[in-house]
């Protein structure tokens, strides 16, 4: 791996300033690019508090905000990141008085910020979302503190876009001021927010509902939090509309100091939560969507995939999932000659015991193997010694993106499970799956095991394999290259879970 | 840093043989060499079974032996670790037909096995227990399948060392052959014993005992199990007298097939764990030593610190706690330039809380918070988000050697709550500590996230602190490398937990 490059956007929002620092590497030959975030600042600047009627920005909030800039820009000078994007959004873009923010910013940090325009704004917050979800057709959402965005997608591209200002902040002063909320305010509200959705006829195309920014991941941790559900975070979790209304319901009802209290709702959005749940309410309405899909990534990810990706117009990730998986495996150094072999070889078993109508798994699901072969070693860089869990808490720990939180867990559960003990009801996370979660880690980790054995000495000596099935035996015949001694010992010392899941006895043999 | 190398050594037991492959560095300039396990694989081999009256090994278990050793001589060519040390101890030392046996394995495998004399065998335990715990003055306990070896150390120097043939298989197969222990027999095996060992009159010179090897730690996980301790692996552990008498009689009442369902004895060891727990409560009761200190460390680690260290005489790490925390924050990146300034800072800050009378913790608690600076960032090799709780994890996960258990939870505690929420009993872990353990927490908390925020560009712009202590006050000088502004602004976001633990407000002055 060459030395990472960095990146630092600064994203200069109506409700708070974030400053996000990205470490990378382009695609290498292999075309493997990785990226992490390696660094994060946040301050609660609200610039947009007390703006005039004529959207000029007050005098304490513009001060606080230079004096934040001046810090993040120092912090980039001292920690020797020398890109720098800041972009401002809504709050600084309608303001009366922007000429001078920006001459004062650029006067006393250096930086020039460069304000986004409501097109541009949409578009971060598309490429956001189509490069850390799998979303094709639907619209993507984008609600921040000033405006939301709402981009039409359409085969992964944005086919139309707009923007309104119907972001959290400003509907919450406008409609919402109180500690309570009147029933009609809230209608008021959400009259005022139909009637702005209606210029996007395209609202009504239909296909999935991605959503992006800090009111859409509280929504979804509190809603994940009240079903109950295992939470490593809120990527690819999803909102149905019957939760949403619930939690809508729940949060009308609180005052708006209380509101926060509400588990997954963060304290310094407990005024905001509201305002921001309705407007999500009507988008969900206004296209029929039966469901908001949230994801982790935001505007600050839509500038830095642009300039991760900037050859490609637009830039989008090829395959997310893949991205995904690939990105967490570089990042733990992974032997990745060994776990692409792995890989193939499970996938071998898989197809081989599918056809046979065997494994009872869906077509679909041959991904989440395929994942756990390429993941099921990352634990070794935490200790060897119980390698197999370290490996699980990595992958949930660190989120996959273009995966749901339930195929997240099924990853974990079969790396968690390549070696040592079997599945077992004993075993908290195992014991909560659904049937067919429990049947699809059992079948993966037994074909797991195998490959994991087939390729013991790391150094892919078998060059093929024959699966035979027959209705009480299974015969692989392993072409090797050279002597493959070592990885029929493997196979064979992982046989044991296979046999118990299929209900057959398995041998190798090696083709001469 | 450089490539690593690679050491495997082979273990020829008794009980099992197991290969063990250690990666490492050397020491560099700055003295910092680090290593880790990396692969490993065991066989049951139990070479010993069936061994006649003078010694010889039988056919089958020789056989097994040899196509074991086969395929690890096949694992380390297949991936290219070239440093291959297999050692064999008791059983093939003590068998009449050993030359025949390590001839057969150098034709069937080109290793040549290095027979160890009862000297090596219990130095190399010796080094193990030395290098792995601070153990100065007391005894080495290595207890095998085959045979027990004790080394008095003194100053850390071995002084004096004895083997005897008193290994679990063989006290196993001596005394309690059938499936019950009877009282008849565990008084024979203790008497044989106790005989043994009053050839050793330097056991009673008293001091610490540390024990290695399998039987010993499946007794510290049992012990530790029943004590309801969290559990984190067994290193550092301490088994009392009291302790290890119970374990002993609720072993004693059990079929031998039913031992290893005692949680902490493993299957492959239930029959052997209760002659081998008599043993070790001799030793106790001979040197009069109120506790067994376990390490996980053993014979195999003990030849692998005579390679790292092969230029000193005797190999000893100098500071067994440093090297482990140096260890792990290399294991995982550190950023050694932030995580010394860090810790320096905060161990001043600790200086002068403490010669105020402010902190209420032991001197020696010190080492506690020193290890938790240079390690509360290596979380951020999991993830950014959370990275506090990762570092705990790996903490706790990988282990320090020379720290108890308890320790090193302090130590994951402090990196845990060195950013993000505080200390409270709303926490499990912490909840669980003691009213001590709570007080080093929430001291050590505190300072490392001033000491944190001091050094927020990770450049070290901060030189010194001065630390004012007042009633009701703290003062706080720094004095910088040019611009301090980001320190500042670092240090004072990150002064609350020290305002709540001192119950003193605390101010930043920048000195000329």
Same mark, same amino acid.
């Given at each position: 791996?060459?030395?990472?490059?960095?990146?630092?956007?600064?994203?200069?929002?109506?409700?708070?300033?974030r400053?996000?620092?990205?470490?990378y590497?382009?695609?290498?030959?292999?075309?493997?690019?990785?990226?992490?975030?390696?660094?994060?600042?946040?301050?609660?600047?609200?610039?947009?508090?007390g703006?005039?009627?004529?959207?000029?920005?007050?005098?304490?909030?513009?001060e606080?905000?230079?004096?934040?800039?001046?810090?993040?820009?120092?912090?980039?000078?001292?920690?020797?990141?020398?890109?720098?994007?800041?972009v401002?959004?809504?709050?600084?873009?309608?303001?009366?008085?922007?000429?001078?923010?920006?001459?004062?910013?650029?006067?006393?940090?250096?930086l020039?910020?460069?304000?986004?325009?409501?097109?541009?704004?949409?578009?971060?917050?598309?490429?956001?979302?189509?490069?850390?979800?799998?979303?094709?057709?639907?619209?993507?959402l984008?609600?921040?503190?000033?405006?939301?965005?709402?981009?039409?997608?359409?085969?992964?591209?944005?086919t139309d876009?707009?923007?309104?200002?119907?972001?959290?902040?400003?509907?919450?002063?406008?409609?919402?001021?109180?500690?309570?909320?009147?029933?009609?305010?809230?209608?008021?509200l959400?009259?005022?927010v139909?009637?702005?959705?209606?210029?996007?006829?395209?609202?009504?195309?239909?296909?999935?509902?991605?959503?992006?920014?800090?009111?859409?991941?509280?929504?979804?941790?509190?809603?994940?939090?009240?079903?109950?559900?295992?939470?490593?975070?809120?990527?690819?979790?999803?909102?149905?509309?019957?939760?949403?209304?619930?939690?809508?319901?729940?949060?009308?009802?609180?005052?708006?100091?209380?509101?926060?209290?509400?588990?997954?709702?963060?304290?310094?959005?407990?005024?905001?939560?509201?305002?921001?749940?309705?407007?999500?309410?009507?988008?969900?309405?206004?296209?029929?969507?039966?469901?908001?899909?949230?994801?982790?990534?935001?505007?600050?990810?839509?500038?830095?995939?642009?300039?991760?990706?900037?050859?490609?117009?637009?830039?989008?990730?090829?395959?997310?999932?893949?991205?995904?998986?690939?990105?967490?495996?570089?990042?733990?150094?992974?032997?990745?000659?060994?776990?692409?072999?792995?890989?193939?070889?499970?996938?071998?078993?898989?197809?081989?015991?599918? %056809? =046979? @109508? #065997?494994? +009872?798994?869906? /077509?679909? &699901?041959?991904? !989440?193997?395929?994942?756990? $072969?390429?993941? *099921?070693?990352?634990?070794?860089?935490?200790?060897?010694?119980?390698?197999?869990?370290?490996?699980?808490?990595?992958?949930? %720990? =660190? @989120? #996959?993106? +273009?995966?749901? /939180?339930? &195929?997240?867990? !099924?990853?974990?559960?079969? $790396?968690?499970? *390549?070696?040592?003990s079997?599945?077992?009801?004993?075993?908290?996370?195992?014991?909560?799956?659904?049937k067919?979660?429990?049947?699809?880690?059992n079948? +993966?980790?037994?074909?797991?095991?195998?490959?994991?054995?087939?390729?013991?000495?790391?150094?892919?000596?078998?060059s093929?394999?024959?699966?035979?099935?027959?209705?009480?035996?299974?015969?692989?015949?392993?072409?090797?290259?050279?002597?493959?001694?070592?990885?029929?010992?493997?196979?064979?010392?992982?046989?044991?879970?296979?046999?118990?899941?299929?209900?057959?006895?398995?041998?190798?043999?090696?083709?001469?």
């Open positions: 791996m060459s030395e990472p490059a960095k990146l630092a956007v600064i994203d200069l929002g109506s409700n708070s300033f400053l996000v620092v990205f470490s590497a382009e695609p290498d030959e292999t075309g493997r690019a990785w990226w992490r975030r390696t660094d994060e600042i946040h301050e609660a600047v609200r610039i947009a508090a703006q005039d009627e004529d959207g000029t920005l007050a005098e304490e909030p513009t606080r905000a230079l004096e934040t800039l001046e810090l993040y820009a120092h912090f980039c000078r001292a920690t020797g990141v020398e890109d720098v994007r800041p401002a959004t809504s709050a600084i873009r309608d303001a009366a008085n922007r000429g001078a923010f920006l001459h004062a910013a650029r006067e006393r940090t250096g020039e910020v460069r304000v986004l325009s409501r097109e541009e704004e949409a578009r971060y917050g598309y490429l956001a979302a189509v490069n850390s979800t799998t979303l094709a057709d639907g619209v993507a984008d609600l921040g503190g000033g405006s939301m965005q709402l981009t039409r997608v359409d085969s992964r591209l944005a876009a707009r923007s309104w200002p119907l972001g959290a902040v400003r509907m919450t002063e406008r409609f919402l001021p109180g500690e309570k909320a009147k029933g009609k305010q809230v209608k008021a959400r009259a005022h139909a009637e702005q959705l209606a210029e996007a006829a395209w609202l009504e195309r239909g296909g999935r509902l991605v959503g992006v920014g800090g009111t859409v991941r509280n929504l979804a941790s509190a809603a994940e939090i009240a079903a109950e559900l295992p939470s490593y975070g809120v990527q690819g979790f999803s909102i149905s509309r019957a939760a949403l209304d619930e939690l809508v319901e729940r949060l009308a009802e609180l005052d708006s100091g209380d509101r926060a209290s509400v588990p997954g709702i963060k304290a310094a959005r407990g005024d905001l939560i509201l305002a921001g749940a309705l407007v999500v309410q009507c988008v969900m309405e206004a296209g029929e969507f039966e469901a908001l899909e949230v994801t982790e990534a935001g505007l600050r990810e839509g500038v830095f995939y642009e300039t991760l990706l900037g050859d490609l117009d637009p830039p989008l990730i090829e395959d997310v999932r893949r991205a995904s998986v690939l990105n967490l495996a570089s990042a733990y150094g992974a032997d990745f000659a060994h776990v692409d072999h792995v890989a193939r070889l499970a996938l071998e078993l898989w197809e081989a015991l599918g %056809s =046979a @109508g #065997l494994h +009872g798994c869906d /077509p679909l &699901e041959r991904d !989440l193997l395929w994942s756990a $072969a390429m993941l *099921h070693d990352i634990g070794t860089a935490v200790d060897y010694d119980d390698h197999h869990k370290h490996s699980r808490y990595l992958i949930l %720990s =660190a @989120g #996959l993106p +273009g995966f749901t /939180p339930r &195929e997240t867990g !099924l990853i974990g559960q079969l $790396a968690r499970y *390549h070696r040592k079997f599945p077992t009801e004993k075993h908290e996370e195992y014991a909560l799956l659904s067919h979660g429990k049947r699809v880690v079948v +993966g980790a037994a074909l797991l095991r195998i490959a994991d054995g087939l390729d013991r000495s790391h150094c892919s000596a078998v093929n394999i024959k699966v035979k099935v027959g209705n009480h035996h299974v015969t692989i015949k392993v072409l090797a290259r050279g002597d493959a001694e070592l990885e029929l010992w493997g196979a064979r010392r992982q046989m044991e879970l296979f046999t118990k899941v299929f209900d057959r006895t398995v041998s190798f043999e090696e083709a001469g």
